[in-house]
């Protein structure tokens, strides 16, 4: 089925705003849970928002109310919207997904749950 593609990431300053994509029609909207992660340099990989195939969205918590999560059911595209964006969100983006309705995100080795994984996208905050 191949690997996932992310796009729209980038360099802005502290409190711009971005938004990633990432093409997920290859993994039926009925089966499959999307999912970004990120790794910040030098530190582990973290969920940072999921959506099951019932629509369920789960949020890391201290990325609530700058961060949305939403996708486009046509072609299973999987957005993320990130406002307010500081140094702290300075990154490797990634889109994973996985074959299962549960969506793991914020539990310890999360992303081990996941199957497929995209490449990764930079995105740079500078002060």
């Known amino acids: 089925q191949g690997p996932l593609v992310e796009s729209g990431g980038g360099s802005v300053q502290t409190g711009g705003s971005l938004k990633l994509s990432c093409d997920g029609s290859?993994?039926?909207?009925?089966?499959?849970?999307l999912a970004w992660f990120r790794r910040a340099p030098g530190k582990e990989r973290l969920g940072v928002a999921s959506?099951?195939?019932?629509?369920?969205?789960r949020m890391r918590d201290s990325l609530r109310g700058r961060f949305i999560l939403s996708k486009e059911r046509a072609n299973n595209t999987l957005y993320l919207q990130m406002n307010n964006l500081q140094p702290d969100d300075t990154a490797m983006y990634y889109c994973a997904a996985r074959d299962q309705l549960n969506c793991p995100l914020q539990s310890a080795n999360a992303e081990a749950y996941y199957q497929v994984w995209g490449q990764g996208i930079h995105v740079t905050v500078s002060a």
């Open positions: 959506m099951g195939s019932d629509g369920y969205i």
């Open positions: 290859r993994y039926p909207n009925s089966r499959y849970c």
